[in-house]
Every structure is written in C-alpha cells, then in structure tokens.
C-alpha cells in the first residue's frame, strides 16, 4: 500500500463530505441503535457497538448522545425500529460495491439505490454477487514518526492480524472484528493515537482506476451517501496516490 495511508485519506474525506451534509451524527446515532438492538447495550461485550461507539467520540459526540442511542437501540427507551439491508453490483470498470442501508422504509430505499446504479453508470446486483471478494477487518491507521518496532510489538500481542508500514511511515494495523477494541485499547493505552479506526469491509483484491473511471467511482459513491438510509459504501477500487493527485489538483 503505497503513499500514506489510504484508508485514512479516504475516511478524513468521507468524513468532512458527511459532516459538511449535516448527516454524520444522524449515521452515527442509527449505527450505535443497531448494534445496542443486535448485541446489546454493553459495549465491552459488543465489538460492533464498541466500535461504534469509537467512532462516534471520534467524531465529537457527546456521550449523552451516544448513551441514549445506545438505550434506544436496547429497548430501554422509544424509538424507530430500522431494518439492515445490504445492496450489491458494480460500478466504473466492474468495480465492486456494496451499499450498507439503515431504513425504516425497504421499499423507498432499494428505489432510492438502484437509481443511483442506473444513472452512474453502474449495475445493480443480487445478494451476494460482490460481498464474497469482501471481509470484514477492524482497520486502525496510525500517523507517521512513531516507533514502529513498538507499535508491532504492542498490536501484535494485542491481537493484531497485520500491520502494513506506508511509505511515509504510517502505518495501518488490521484485526478480526473480534479483536478490534483490544488491539485499539492496548495501542491507546501505549500512546498511539490513531488517525482513523473503523471495523469495515476490505476487499481482497483490488481494481486500479484511471482518473475518468476514478471520477465516476467517486461521484458514485458520492451519491450513494447522500442518500439518507445509506449508512456505508464500500468497493474495491484502488484510487492511487498519483490519480487522487490528479483529481484533486
């Protein structure tokens, strides 16, 4: 993985794209509810609400924020009751993507998404036609200039499955689900705050873009999270340094 951290690019300009549409806490607060209602309210037993939760302090959320959700989701207090969906096909160059949904209304949502298929440019799939070349990691980006032996030495004993050192010296650490809010708290507890720390989907093999296919990926995804039950996209495209570069030049 070559550059800086990728996914720590491409999370800091999701995040800023989200934040700036006033639609990051609304993500956040239907992420926290799920996992309370999935896996309960407590979070040291609950890998998907911990990370949730991780996520959500990251982005500046009050903590009364976060407890009533978390409540909500639990059934200890009133709310919605949002149904998880995923939808799958492929975009530029046969990209894969898939489109994590939170809806309280399937029928408006799988409108909402295929239309964004059909008018980027992309195709609408079946279940399970593109989440096989996807698995689920906990991905922890750290900034350039720490020790790296330390940080090997502390992740790996934590329970880290990998850890992939950029060319500028970051680094990004990859754990089982399971094993995200261990590695995530030993590497705190060692001084090593991270850039971005997400459980996510990864893809097992990438796809490179050329800048015009590159554009049309981006304003695809783009679109996909300005729909309001998308709660992530994921895909398998590999937007290179020098191509980001270029976009954004």
């Given at each position: ?24 806490f ?24 911990r990370?949730a ?6 982005n ?66 079946t279940?399970?036609?593109v ?7 906990g991905?922890?980006?750290l ?19 990998d ?17 995200y ?7 705190d ?26 554009q ?15 709660q ?18």
């Open positions: 993985m070559a550059g800086h951290s990728k996914w720590a690019n491409i999370q800091h300009r999701k995040g800023a794209q989200d934040a700036k549409r006033g639609k990051l609304t993500k956040l607060i239907r992420e926290i509810t799920v996992a309370a209602k999935m896996g309960g309210s407590d979070a040291a037993s609950n890998p998907r609400l990370a939760i991780d996520k959500a302090l990251g500046n959320m009050t903590k009364d924020v976060i407890e009533r959700a978390t409540k909500r989701g639990a059934g200890e207090l009133e709310g919605v009751n949002y149904e998880e969906i995923r939808y799958e096909g492929y975009g530029p160059n046969g990209i894969a993507i898939m489109v994590d949904c939170m809806t309280d209304n399937k029928n408006r949502t799988v409108a909402a998404v295929r239309h964004v298929f059909s008018k980027r440019g992309g195709n609408m799939g279940d399970g036609c989440a096989f070349m996807f698995n689920k990691k991905i922890i980006s900034p350039a200039g720490l020790d790296e032996d330390a940080v090997m030495e502390v992740a790996l004993e934590a329970g880290a499955e850890i992939i050192s950029n060319d500028d010296g970051s680094m990004d650490i990859f754990t089982s689900p399971d094993e809010a261990a590695v995530k708290d030993a590497l507890a060692a001084g090593f705050v991270a850039d971005s720390s997400q459980v996510t989907m990864h893809p097992d093999n990438t796809v490179a873009l050329d800048v015009e296919d590159a049309k990926a981006l304003a695809m995804i783009e679109a996909f999270e300005e729909l309001d039950d998308v992530d996209v994921y895909s398998n495209a590999d937007f290179t340094d020098e191509v980001m570069a270029q976009l954004e030049g």
